[in-house]
């Protein structure tokens, strides 16, 4: 069973991964898969660099992502074709990643995607679970862990999917709005469901 974990910026997804993870299970994280595959030696970044130019590129080889990302915001068309490079190769690993964590020990495995539902990456998985926090919450946890402007969080919160919908099409919700004692106490009831879920 894979169970797909999402929620919006600076809702608590790593921090329930963890707790998660404390309980003897695999997860796999989507942003650190589509980091993967762009990193230096990769067949993608040589696409990347031959159709955005050496202004991509660090000193050091490595993706410039705030150059990147500045391109793309401003013409659909090239983040379009920088999805399509991408997301194939992203989903391909992810796939292979959550195969290598379900042949091990752990009873089933998370897959930790903030664009889980955007990037059609909740076909992959058995159920969905959202981790919730108030939108002003995010806002200020966001500007407290990255040290961005508030207008940059906000354009972030725009482009997701809105609190709403994310919520509608969960099949497990975690609030995050309180301390690390009710996240672990929801995390160990969801756990034993799940549990469960794989035995009957």
């Given at each position: 069973m894979i169970i797909g974990l999402t929620?919006?910026?600076g809702s608590g997804k790593?921090?329930?991964?963890?707790?998660f993870g404390g309980r003897g299970i695999g997860w796999v994280d989507a942003d650190d898969v589509a980091r993967e595959v762009v990193a230096p030696g990769e067949p993608a970044l040589d696409a990347?660099?031959?159709?955005?130019?050496?202004?991509?590129?660090?000193?050091?080889?490595?993706?410039d992502r705030a150059a990147l990302r500045?391109?793309?915001?401003?013409?659909?068309?090239?983040?379009r074709w920088l999805e399509q490079l991408t997301h194939p190769l992203i989903r391909e690993r992810i796939i292979a990643?959550?195969?290598?964590?379900?042949?091990?020990?752990?009873?089933?495995?998370?897959?930790?995607?903030?664009?889980l539902f955007e990037s059609g990456q909740?076909?992959?998985?058995?159920r969905t679970l959202v981790i919730?926090?108030?939108?002003?919450?995010?806002?200020?946890?966001?500007?407290?862990?990255?040290?961005?402007?508030?207008?940059?969080?906000?354009?972030i919160?725009?482009?997701?999917?809105?609190?709403?919908?994310?919520?509608?099409?969960?099949?497990?919700?975690?609030?995050?709005?309180?301390?690390?004692?009710?996240?672990?106490r929801q995390v160990a009831r969801l756990d034993q469901y799940y549990r469960e879920q794989l035995s009957s």
């Open positions: 929620g919006g910026i790593s921090t329930v991964a963890r707790t990347i660099r031959q159709h955005f130019g050496p202004r991509v590129i660090n000193q050091d080889g490595a993706l500045e391109i793309i915001f401003e013409a659909p068309e090239q983040r990643q959550l195969d290598n964590i379900q042949s091990g020990p752990s009873p089933y495995a998370l897959l930790v995607s903030p664009l909740a076909a992959l998985v058995n919730d926090i108030p939108t002003d919450m995010q806002l200020s946890r966001t500007l407290e862990r990255d040290g961005v402007s508030e207008a940059n969080v906000r354009a919160l725009d482009a997701q999917m809105s609190r709403e919908e994310r919520c509608a099409r969960a099949d497990d919700i975690i609030d995050n709005s309180r301390d690390m004692a009710h996240i672990q």
